[in-house]
């Protein structure tokens, strides 16, 4: 009976302390434990060479295109992902919401400038050039007055529209092409776009949009020295389309290999090509790029123990580490070692091989620096 009455006191100040702080004493009380946390992430990926790998989604919509959400939203979710910089790009032909939100093609942009600034979110500004397929859909960021931009949407006039963001220095890459494979040259190197890249009117192509992976592109940025870009294309709540209760999933992202955390430096690493496309699990990119992501970002530790067997034969043990948010799979090509080792965000894993050896060759399935071909690394031993 006694111990019943100490846990029933100790309920008591449990329960005084939990809910009793959150009263006013007037009879209101305030269930803020059932809040959800705000707090921006951390999205953790080493430098690489010397460069600031910038985390930026240069495609997406508010309702002041065909978009479900308000611009403030953009701006917080970008906060809240530990985005480094973001793009509304809405269409400038394409406005389905015109009876209920003024067309206006600045608009989304500066009502989240002030916001952005507080909360250290580099906002750059973006239209969608938005033709009929082919030749498609195209994003012009680090644009001036979108105003002024050609919305009568005919074929006659596709060139003219990109020459006017072209017109206005701006970084334009070929949107999501192949998104309608059923039409005759929209999954193409269409003259149209060939005409584009000789008058550098074309900078790079959309690699990955949101859930599809564009392989053929990857090809092109490589073959045609474009740049390589990922992006959300987000129309919907960030939340309600990527299951983020996963710790390897994000929104698909440029990954922006930059001199300093500027537009600046966004633009001049963009220009130079230093990208990486990044969806969740996969990366893809030029070898170079993505070769030396990943050597920033995995390392194998000299051997910590040997075990010997009956025949004499020493095996060492190593770890080898993910010291980042990206995720890597690899598989053996060459070598006496383990087969396949996964490497999940911010992790470690216990690897083996024979001893002797200097070097281990693997695959690297999660990469693609071609639609057929997988980065290859060798991981020296110690």
Known sequence: MKQKGILLIGFLFAFSLTFGQRTDGKGMMYLDENRRPIYSENIVIPDVNGYQVLKCDFHTHTVFSDGQVWPSIRAQEAWEEGLDA????????????????????????????????????????????????????????FIGDASSYIE???????????????????????NHPGWKPNIAGSYEWIPFV??????????????????????????WCVDKGLTVMGTSDIHNLIGHDYDRSKDYVHRTMTLV????????????????????AWASKILAGKEENVKALFEACVKVNPSHYTEENNNGEKTNFYEIKNSSDL???????????????????????????????????????????????HLVVRLQLK
Not at 112 to 124: P, R
Not at 157 to 165: C, F, I, L
Not at 195 to 211: P, T, Y
Not at 345 to 351: D, E, G, N, R, T
């Open 86 to 141: 973001i793009a509304l790009t809405e269409h400038i032909e394409y406005h389905p919401y015109k009876d209920d939100v003024k067309v206006d093609h600045n608009r989304s942009h500066q009502l989240i400038e002030t916001s952005s600034k507080k909360n250290n979110v580099l906002l750059i500004k973006g239209t969608e050039i938005t033709r009929q397929t082919p030749p498609g859909h195209f994003n012009a960021i």
């Open 257 to 276: 290999l930059a001199k300093s955390r500027t537009p600046e430096a966004i633009r001049e690493a963009l220009n130079a090509g230093r990208t990486v």
């Open 152 to 174: 009568e949407n005919v074929s006659e006039r596709d060139r003219e529209a990109v020459m006017k963001a072209s017109g206005q220095k701006a970084f334009i890459f070929w």
């Open 194 to 219: 060939d005409d584009l890249h000789k008058n550098n009117a074309l900078h790079g192509i959309e690699v990955i949009n949101g859930f599809g992976f564009h392989m053929k592109a990857l090809d």
């Open 327 to 373: 995720y890597f799979e690899l598989v053996l090509q060459e070598g006496d070692a383990t087969k396949q080792i996964v490497l999940y965000p911010q992790s470690k894993q216990l690897i083996s091989a024979k001893a002797g050896q200097s070097s281990l060759t693997y695959e690297v399935p999660s990469t693609y620096i071609r639609s057929d071909k």
